[in-house]
């Protein structure tokens, strides 16, 4: 084991085998079903880093080695305008993405840069090409990451989500993009998956990345520094789940801290109808996600206003995924349509006073409706993620680039062996 990994071992969530990590390591090689692997660190101390702010103030919780340069971080604040139209007197944002005056530098707009700085910290200077499939931001993230840390990176997408590619400067050469014109984000994944099978070329390895979750679990670490308690309902819309597990699990590394008799905040999962495969899952009370027709599918997630959200296969079942979140924390999941997410977006936007993202509006919509039901109470200690917002600010304070695919394919192109010959030649693989 090395001594950038004394810091901290893998542990799989299933047999609690312990691993050493070389930043690369995805699965538990026992032989089991899927388990997510976990990290356990040295330091069980909540030590944020007096002289840093941004992502890496809370290094020591995170499986990163040498220097981290600073980025941007989470910003929580308690509401005022937004807690006194819903009645709660205890409401707390945390808010991910532009706004300079709260202190959020996320130029992406998003919190997938947390996680997609935190996964470069994890690989070492290795010398493969990070290979990201995504419906849009987590794309956008690592892209606008690679090209500033001068990390090779595939960054493959649905040609729907270039409008989130715009940057303050242009991508530099360390980065490609690849779109499907027609397709959608399983179509980027079985993509990127037949790729990372090609020499060189390393899945980045999705809600199996101890590093994309540690990274994503800030938001819970610079929420409990602010408010100095754990919330008892955590508020997120999701796509896959990946932060909301994320935040359970630094969660129970706070509560170890007390001897783990810390109250663990209960997960209120958003998703925006009609594409709800968690809600479906969970409101069956299945521990697998009901099987539905691909097309059913992709007319689902056109038809979605955060189309973010659309993951068509979300870490449901995997032991440590968003079945066993949602047991853990008495969470729950919820719902709300489209008509209802805009709305809450211009809520936030007029009360609070900055853009949201789509996503960010669905959660807001789904904590309205649990506090108009009485499932709230006015008392309680509730945490919103705006997982994006500031958007449209970061367009009036910089000229954005958009970003240009260097290769266009179609859906019906891509069983082809041509193909991964035409995307090793972007980067000069022959």
């Given at each position: 084991m090395t001594s950038s990994t004394c810091r901290y071992v893998l542990r799989c969530s299933s047999c609690r085998r312990r691993l050493a990590d070389d930043g690369k390591v995805l699965d538990c090689p026992g032989g089991h079903a899927p388990a997510l692997l976990r990290t356990e660190y040295a330091n069980s101390v909540f030590t944020p880093s007096r002289d840093r702010s941004g992502l890496f103030r809370y290094r020591e919780w995170l499986p990163v080695s040498g220097g981290q340069e600073d980025v941007g971080g989470t910003s929580v604040y308690r509401s005022r305008g937004l807690a006194k139209a819903l009645g709660l007197r205890n409401l707390w944002i945390a808010f991910n993405g532009y706004w300079p005056e709260r202190g959020a530098g996320l130029v992406t707009a998003t919190f997938k840069e947390?996680?997609?700085?935190?996964?470069?910290?994890?690989?070492?200077?290795?010398?493969?090409?990070?290979?990201?499939a995504s419906s849009g931001n987590t794309g956008a993230a690592f892209a606008w990451a690679c090209s500033q840390r001068g990390v090779p990176c595939l960054v493959i997408v649905p040609g729907k989500s270039l409008h989130r590619f715009r940057f303050p400067a242009?991508?530099?050469?360390?980065?490609?993009?690849?779109?499907?014109?027609?397709?959608?984000y399983p179509d980027a994944m079985e993509l990127a998956a037949v790729v990372s099978e090609m020499p060189?070329?390393?899945?980045?390895?999705?809600?199996?990345n101890v590093g994309r979750r540690d990274g994503l679990g800030t938001v819970l670490l610079a929420a409990f520094?602010?408010?100095?308690?754990?919330p008892a309902y955590y508020f997120q819309a999701v796509g896959s789940g990946t932060g909301a597990i994320a935040v359970l699990e630094a969660a129970r590394r706070l509560a170890g801290l007390?001897?783990?008799n810390i109250v663990l905040p209960r997960l209120m999962m958003c998703q925006n109808l009609p594409f709800t495969p968690i809600y479906e899952a969970w409101r069956s009370r299945k521990h697998h996600l009901i099987t539905e027709s691909t097309e059913k599918l992709r007319v689902a997630a056109r038809d979605v206003y955060a189309d973010e959200l659309t993951n068509w296969r979300p870490p449901y079942d995997i032991s440590g995924g968003a079945y066993d979140a949602l047991?853990?924390?008495?969470?729950?999941?919820?719902?709300?349509?489209?008509?209802?997410?805009r709305v809450a977006a211009e809520m936030f936007a007029e009360l609070e006073g900055v853009d949201i993202e789509p996503a960010a509006g669905v959660a807001l919509a789904c904590l309205h409706d649990a506090v108009i039901q009485g499932r709230i109470d006015s008392e309680s200690v509730v945490l919103l993620n705006v997982t994006g917002g500031g958007r449209l600010r970061l367009s009036h304070d910089f000229p954005l680039v958009r970003a240009e695919p260097q290769l266009q394919l179609a859906r019906c192109s891509?069983?082809?062996d041509a193909v991964q010959g035409q995307i090793a030649g972007l980067f000069g693989i022959s």
């Amino acid at each position: 084991m090395t001594s950038s990994t004394c810091r901290y071992v893998l542990r799989c969530s299933s047999c609690r085998r312990r691993l050493a990590d070389d930043g690369k390591v995805l699965d538990c090689p026992g032989g089991h079903a899927p388990a997510l692997l976990r990290t356990e660190y040295a330091n069980s101390v909540f030590t944020p880093s007096r002289d840093r702010s941004g992502l890496f103030r809370y290094r020591e919780w995170l499986p990163v080695s040498g220097g981290q340069e600073d980025v941007g971080g989470t910003s929580v604040y308690r509401s005022r305008g937004l807690a006194k139209a819903l009645g709660l007197r205890n409401l707390w944002i945390a808010f991910n993405g532009y706004w300079p005056e709260r202190g959020a530098g996320l130029v992406t707009a998003t919190f997938k840069e947390l996680e997609a700085y935190t996964v470069l910290g994890r690989l070492r200077g290795s010398d493969t090409i990070l290979t990201v499939a995504s419906s849009g931001n987590t794309g956008a993230a690592f892209a606008w990451a690679c090209s500033q840390r001068g990390v090779p990176c595939l960054v493959i997408v649905p040609g729907k989500s270039l409008h989130r590619f715009r940057f303050p400067a242009p991508l530099r050469e360390f980065t490609r993009l690849v779109t499907i014109a027609d397709g959608d984000y399983p179509d980027a994944m079985e993509l990127a998956a037949v790729v990372s099978e090609m020499p060189y070329f390393h899945a980045e390895g999705g809600v199996k990345n101890v590093g994309r979750r540690d990274g994503l679990g800030t938001v819970l670490l610079a929420a409990f520094e602010a408010m100095r308690c754990l919330p008892a309902y955590y508020f997120q819309a999701v796509g896959s789940g990946t932060g909301a597990i994320a935040v359970l699990e630094a969660a129970r590394r706070l509560a170890g801290l007390a001897g783990g008799n810390i109250v663990l905040p209960r997960l209120m999962m958003c998703q925006n109808l009609p594409f709800t495969p968690i809600y479906e899952a969970w409101r069956s009370r299945k521990h697998h996600l009901i099987t539905e027709s691909t097309e059913k599918l992709r007319v689902a997630a056109r038809d979605v206003y955060a189309d973010e959200l659309t993951n068509w296969r979300p870490p449901y079942d995997i032991s440590g995924g968003a079945y066993d979140a949602l047991t853990v924390s008495r969470g729950d999941v919820l719902v709300v349509d489209n008509a209802s997410a805009r709305v809450a977006a211009e809520m936030f936007a007029e009360l609070e006073g900055v853009d949201i993202e789509p996503a960010a509006g669905v959660a807001l919509a789904c904590l309205h409706d649990a506090v108009i039901q009485g499932r709230i109470d006015s008392e309680s200690v509730v945490l919103l993620n705006v997982t994006g917002g500031g958007r449209l600010r970061l367009s009036h304070d910089f000229p954005l680039v958009r970003a240009e695919p260097q290769l266009q394919l179609a859906r019906c192109s891509l069983a082809s062996d041509a193909v991964q010959g035409q995307i090793a030649g972007l980067f000069g693989i022959s």
